[in-house]
């Protein structure tokens, strides 16, 4: 059973930046996919960015440009490099994993973490 640990998530002001990290156990890392979503108080779950066995990476339009999936296959970990954070990326930030490596709109994760909170101020 593949496990999903986050980390890296924290306070941080308007404008500073936060790096996530995800650490996987128990799977075949290289082979899957990963994505990071996020759910705010009160809101569902949205896609945050997703990046694919062979490095490819979508991203939703909020983050376009300011935060950065990458994946290390010798650490089992996935990043998500946030910068310019904004009031209203304030959420509990979840890393979810894809057996098969591929990914499309629409498509479902197999293994989710528990989340790790990250909180930005004016």
């Known amino acids: 059973q593949v496990q999903l640990v986050e980390s890296g998530g924290g306070s941080v002001q308007a404008g500073g930046s936060l790096r996530l990290s995800c650490v996987a156990s128990g799977g075949m890392f290289r082979l899957d996919a990963f994505g990071w979503y996020r759910q705010a108080p009160g809101k569902q779950y949205e896609l945050v960015a997703v990046?694919?066995?062979?490095?490819?990476?979508t991203y939703a339009d909020f983050a376009r440009g300011r935060f950065t999936i990458s994946r290390d296959n010798d650490k089992n970990t996935v990043y998500l490099q946030m910068n310019d954070l904004k009031e209203e990326d304030t959420s509990l930030y979840y890393c979810a994993g894809r057996y098969g490596g591929e990914w499309y709109a629409g498509a479902r994760f197999d293994y989710w973490g528990r989340g790790t909170q990250v909180t930005v101020s004016s």
């Open positions: 990046i694919t066995y062979d490095d490819m990476a």
